[in-house]
């Protein structure tokens, strides 16, 4: 049987009492998941149920109170590095021009800074960066700063990215454009991706599976296989079978929802 590509355990954690004599805030309770390399799967969950947190402890930037994280059969708790990490805000540096953003991680991963330069330059006009070589972060739209962050995520070197609501604060039309672009950049450099979203729709057109957790303490409360072909146009919504997967989506929600009350 292949190794996973990643891979959680059991995973429980709570986060220290926010002022003396509160209790502790219990954000995880017994997570497992895993993925096949080159899968493309979505968490979805309520806010502050504790999605971000797991994308934190397979990232290497958490150690949870209990059980494991692996990246390609490595423990990676308190292990950073193993992992691409795209947080919710771009964290573009500013005083960093354009190509010089793109290749930071991968640099920072190992990659030779020339190496790194010239794989950047060989995707950027399929990231839709052409002319902004040179531009400063704050000279971009907001879709131009995250495909930007994206090409950062997407050079590094790292199998597995994780993308912590990368489109979230966009408005909806740039945000259904990016879900197409993303889609095919993927299919071009299939990487095995964990997405975690707010965005029922997102994750469908996105993604191999929907993992719905919980509220917190989360817990897995359904794994939903996405069986509809690709590439999948913003048109798809009104499908019929995509009907259903989003009612089942919907549904599983609800059902974390009653049952942590």
């Known amino acids: 049987m292949s190794t996973p590509s990643w891979a959680v355990t059991d995973l ?3 986060f220290a ?3 003396p004599g509160q209790a502790p805030v219990a954000v995880l309770d017994g997570v497992s ?4 390399r080159g899968a493309f799967v979505a968490l979805l969950g309520p806010s502050g149920c504790g999605k971000s947190t797991v994308l934190r402890v397979l990232a290497g930037l958490l150690r949870p109170d209990v059980g494991e994280a692996w990246v390609g059969g490595q423990l990676v708790s308190g292990r950073p590095g193993l992992c691409a990490l795209q947080p919710q805000r771009d964290t573009l540096l500013p005083w960093r021009r354009c190509l010089a953003n793109a290749t930071l991680g991968a640099q920072v991963a190992g990659v030779p800074p020339a190496q790194a330069r010239a794989a950047a330059l060989a ?3 399929r990231f839709g960066l052409t002319g902004y070589e040179r531009a400063w972060p704050a000279e971009l739209s907001g879709g131009m700063r995250q495909r930007l962050a994206l090409l950062r995520a997407f050079l590094s070197p790292r199998e597995v990215i994780l993308l912590d609501e990368p489109l979230g604060a966009l408005d909806a039309i740039t945000r259904r ?8 950049v993927w299919e071009t450099d299939p990487r095995t991706v964990l997405l975690v979203t707010h965005d029922v729709d997102e ?3 996105l993604s191999d599976r929907v993992v719905v957790l919980s509220d917190r303490p989360a817990r897995v409360v359904a794994d939903i296989p996405v069986p ?11 499908d019929e079978a995509f009907g259903r997967l989003r009612a089942a989506t919907l549904e599983a929600l609800r059902a974390g929802h009653r049952s942590a009350r």
């Open 203 to 205: 994750a469908l057109l």
């Open 177 to 184: 454009d990016l879900q197409g672009w993303l889609e095919g």
């Open 17 to 19: 009492a926010a002022a």
């Open 123 to 125: 995707l950027w006009d």
């Open 228 to 238: 509809l072909p690709r590439p999948r146009p913003p048109a798809l919504v009104a």
């Open 33 to 36: 998941l895993q993925a096949s």
């Open 12 to 14: 429980r954690h709570a």
